[in-house]
């Protein structure tokens, strides 16, 4: 079992930045891929940032390209999702996952957080 416990989140105004961290215990977490996802209300769960496990490699949905930045820190059992410029659209509750596949598929992660509430006010 790998257990991870999201916080960071919180209300920030447009233009605003945030820094979301996921601590992780349990199982070997530098084996992992880790990925951030949100949800917003009424829609699905959407891939936001992914990370394998040297770090080496990283994906970001279009949306938040060149304002967000994942990143991990094997030595501590964490990975952060650095939130710059944000917009109200960013509103969700995020979600910190991780799998042992190198995937970007929602239903290919195993383990999951208890999820964290960002606000983006206009």
């Known amino acids: 079992q790998l257990q991870l416990v999201e916080s960071g989140g919180g209300l920030v105004q447009a233009g605003g930045s945030l820094r979301l961290s996921c601590a992780a215990s349990?199982?070997?977490?530098?084996?992992?891929?880790m990925a951030w996802f949100r949800q917003a209300p009424g829609k699905e769960r959407e891939l936001v940032a992914r990370i394998n496990w040297s770090a080496a490699v990283t994906y970001y949905a279009n949306s938040v390209k060149g304002r967000f930045t994942i990143s991990r820190d094997n030595a501590q059992n964490t990975v952060y999702l650095q939130m710059n410029s944000l917009k109200p659209e960013d509103t969700a509750v995020y979600y910190c996952?991780?799998?042992?596949?190198?995937?970007?598929?929602?239903?290919?992660?195993?383990?999951w957080g208890q999820g964290t509430q960002v606000t983006v006010s206009s």
């Open positions: 349990g199982r070997t977490f530098s084996s992992y891929t």
């Open positions: 996952a991780a799998t042992p596949r190198a995937s970007g598929v929602v239903g290919h992660y195993d383990y």
